[in-house]
T-cell receptor
Framework: EDKVVQSPLSLVVHEGDTVTLNCSYEVTNFRSLLWYKQEKKAPTFLFMLTSSGIEKKSGRLSSILDKKELFSILNITATQTGDSAVYLCAVESTLFGGNTPLVFGKGTRLSVIA | GAGVSQSPRYKVTKRGQDVALRCDPISGHVSLYWYRQALGQGPEFLTYFNYEAQQDKSGLPNDRFSAERPEGSISTLTIQRTEQRDSAMYRC?????????????FGNGTRLTVT
């Protein structure tokens, strides 16, 4: 059974700190790993990672995938209170060329205090 | 539309009643997914469509749950004879292309409460 484990489950930091969120996975026929940010409403898409070792970057956020060790990290530098959210990791596998639904982790709740 | 739209935002119903939840995906998106999210958990897959064809319904909890997308756009998730354990946030997501090439974009969800 496909599994996604995120750590830590929750994290409290001060503004300006750098944080690293972890996501490990076990999935058959891996296709992609995705990161989402969920505040009060819908999860919003951050990154999609398919290849090992290639960093994706958007502003203060970056992410990288290690397909050998089966994990990904999401880094946030110079955190701001607006970064407070639940960060969800999800993986997708592929079977016989089709897509299979995303399997989500439980998320990491990040709280950034001023 | 600009984003995935779900209605109603909130639904309170009595046990035993049927409910229909609506999802209007981003215009032109091929794939549409239904997820259920419990408090403190990530979204849990229910079913998905490519165009009007239901591709996978393995996540539907039991036969009281059904979904359709008759014209390949708007979808309805129906729960018959609701039970209290059905209470949750029901989220719809769509993606531009099938085959996992493009990421899912989620709607704001319908919070269902069964009393």
């Amino acid at each position: 059974e496909d599994k996604v484990v995120q750590s830590p489950l929750s994290l409290v930091v001060h503004e300006g700190d750098t944080v690293t969120l972890n996501c490990s996975y076990e999935v058959t026929n891996f296709r992609s790993l995705l990161w989402y940010k969920q505040e009060k409403k819908a999860p919003t898409f951050l990154f999609m990672l398919t290849s090992s070792g290639i960093e994706k970057k958007s502003g203060r956020l970056s992410s990288i995938l290690d397909k050998k060790e089966l994990f990904s990290i999401l880094n946030i530098t110079a955190t701001q209170t607006g970064d407070s959210a639940v960060y969800l990791c999800a993986v997708e596998s592929t079977l016989f060329g089709g897509n299979t639904p995303l399997v989500f982790g439980k998320g990491t709740r990040l709280s950034v205090i001023a | 539309g600009a984003g995935v739209s779900q209605s109603p935002r909130y639904k309170v119903t009595k046990r035993g009643q049927d409910v229909a939840l609506r999802c209007d995906p981003i215009s032109g998106h091929v794939s549409l997914y239904w997820y259920r999210q419990a408090l403190g958990q990530g979204p849990e897959f229910l079913t998905y469509f490519n165009y009007e064809a239901q591709q996978d319904k393995s996540g539907l909890p039991n036969d009281r749950f059904s979904a359709e997308r008759p014209e390949g756009s708007i979808s309805t998730l129906t729960i018959q004879r609701t039970e209290q354990r059905d209470s949750a946030m029901y989220r719809c997501a769509s993606s531009l292309e099938a085959g996992g090439i493009s990421p899912l974009h989620f709607g704001n969800g319908t919070r269902l409460t069964v009393t």
